[in-house]
């Protein structure tokens, strides 16, 4: 038996396992029950973790109490409606609606298929997920869905655009070639961690500059190679499983079937109607982002930088993206007859949300879980004790940075939300190696590489059931175990590559930025 048969055989077991967990929905009951739970064993244990810099104690909290329960309920309804990536799907899903019924996007993607070639598709498309991070969670909203058409415009599985666009997605947090709200807000909090040992020490947004941009050619070739020579394979010889399309795949107008009807003599005059229209769309394009820039524009525009808010361009990236949406697949589908009056389009925006009828049930429980935890204290406690376990090993700075990479991928497993991780982690990790004369910025490069490694494969990050809800609209029986199966050899091929690079980085003393 071949390696691959092995790797694949590995990955069939890790799926059919994962296949056995129940309902998502279910899943996040459960693990909510769990923390309640276990929430009221560790405070009847006295479970505490204390803070090695400032001292503070941070005690495990019960639910399992009076206090706990009418915070359950009281607290129900704004779990879910604050759930951050409720809002911002949803709202990117109703634009994305009307360019995919229009017909606008299954149009753009033909003319990329014309100008693209196979091999080079997945690293286009890996490429297009790093480069999404300038825009914050927007990779996961827009990207990922596009990424599925793509593929199925080349006749290859859209379950592998699915899968290599959230791969360079969620790595792309951490690698770009441009400067971005992440390693700002990041930089900040590794800034006020070093003010713990030196009053005068200062992390900027650049200080990973160098290696980032690095990171950002490694991700898309890793990730492009593991989509080529693994998932995509592997997922060809499940095809069998791939035969039961939802309808919501045939929603889009004209995506599956206009996309393999490229150039057959039928369908000319269309297609020069949809040039057209596609001309149409590039005025209104140049009007609307001109518009946007002259909003942003410093110093005079509603969305310039203040002191107040360094970017409120990219805060306010995802309604930006949504009326663009809108707005250039009405003006696509006015003009070339889809759409005659506007009420079609709000018919497309109402068909698109009905397609997330199964996200919104599972995000509900997902909040609730993701709340319950952050209530608890668990997983402060939790990250406290196994950091103060990391720094008693007395390792070597290289060895020490990889144990940091582990130990985040690890935390990352349980623990959503980078920025809310770091601001924990960082008061403890800088400090410490501070005083081994490991500088702030390779302690907090080394923490974006673990946390952004395993992003893909834990149900508990909250992009995850967005995912799986549109992995589902074309191969509808998929669970959890398909979707962790399918993303773990990125996984480990990230982690592994990513922590190579950094420690020959380290060892041959490459500074990370200027």
Not at 353 to 382: H, K
Request: one cysteine or more; aromatic letters at 8%.
């Amino acid at each position: 038996m071949s390696l691959t048969q092995l790797a694949y055989r590995a990955l069939d077991t890790i799926e059919r396992l994962g296949n056995r967990l129940p309902h998502p929905a279910l899943l996040f009951m459960g693990l909510a029950a769990t923390v309640i739970v276990l929430s009221w064993v560790m405070s009847s244990l006295d479970v505490a973790a204390v803070h090695p810099i400032n001292e503070q104690t941070y005690t495990v909290v019960s639910l399992m109490n009076g206090a706990g329960l009418r915070r359950i309920l009281g607290e129900a309804v704004s779990n879910f409606t604050h759930f951050a990536p409720v809002g911002v799907v949803l709202v990117i899903m109703m634009g994305i609606g009307v360019a995919e019924h229009s017909g606008l996007i299954a149009c753009v993607l033909r003319s990329i298929v014309k100008r693209t070639s196979q091999p080079l598709l997945a690293y286009v498309t890996a490429f297009a997920g790093v480069m999404s991070s300038i825009g914050a969670d927007v990779g996961y909203v827009v990207l990922i869905p596009i990424a599925a058409l793509l593929y199925q415009a080349f006749d290859r599985p859209a379950l592998a655009g699915i899968a290599v666009a959230f791969a360079g997605v969620s790595a792309g947090f951490s690698a770009n070639l441009l400067i971005g709200p992440v390693d700002v807000m990041l930089a900040g909090i590794s800034t006020e961690a070093a003010h713990l040992i030196d009053a005068s020490a200062e992390v900027t947004a650049t200080d990973n500059y160098y290696f980032i941009i690095v990171s950002t050619v490694l991700i898309t070739l890793v990730a492009g190679w593991v989509s080529n020579h693994v998932v995509e394979p592997r997922l060809a010889q499940q095809k069998d499983r791939q035969q039961d399309q939802p309808d919501a795949g045939s929603n889009s107008n004209t995506n599956a079937d206009t996309l393999t009807q490229q150039h057959t003599h039928q369908h000319s005059q269309q297609h020069t109607e949809q040039h057209i229209s596609l001309a149409w769309v590039g005025g209104f394009s140049a009007i609307y982002f001109a518009g946007i820039i002259l909003l942003s524009w410093p110093g005079l525009g509603a969305l310039a930088a203040t002191a107040e808010s360094r970017s409120p361009l990219l805060a306010n990236l995802v309604p930006l993206l949504a009326i663009y949406f809108a707005m250039a697949g009405y003006v696509f589908g006015r003009s070339n007859g889809i759409y005659r009056s506007a009420s079609q389009a709000i018919d497309s925006m109402e068909k698109s949300i009905a397609t997330m009828a199964y996200y919104i049930v599972l995000m509900f429980f997902a909040a609730q879980f993701v709340n319950y935890f952050a209530w608890t204290n668990i997983g402060t406690v939790t990250a406290i004790a196994g950091a103060q376990w990391l720094g008693s090993l007395q390792l070597s700075p290289i060895v020490l940075l990889l144990a940091i990479i582990a130990l985040s991928a690890s935390i990352n497993l349980l623990v959503g939300s980078a920025s809310a991780k770091w601001a924990l982690l960082a008061p403890v990790f800088v400090p410490m190696l501070m005083l081994l004369n490991i500088p702030p910025e390779q302690t907090q490069m080394a923490y974006r590489i673990g946390d952004s490694t395993t992003n893909i494969i834990t149900p508990l990050m909250p992009y995850f059931g967005i995912v799986l809800a549109y992995a589902q609209r074309y191969q509808a029986q998929l669970g959890l175990g398909n979707i962790i199966a399918m993303m773990l050899p990125y996984s480990l091929a990230l982690l592994a590559t990513w922590s190579l690079l950094i420690a020959i980085w380290i060892a041959t003393g490459l500074p990370l930025g200027p």
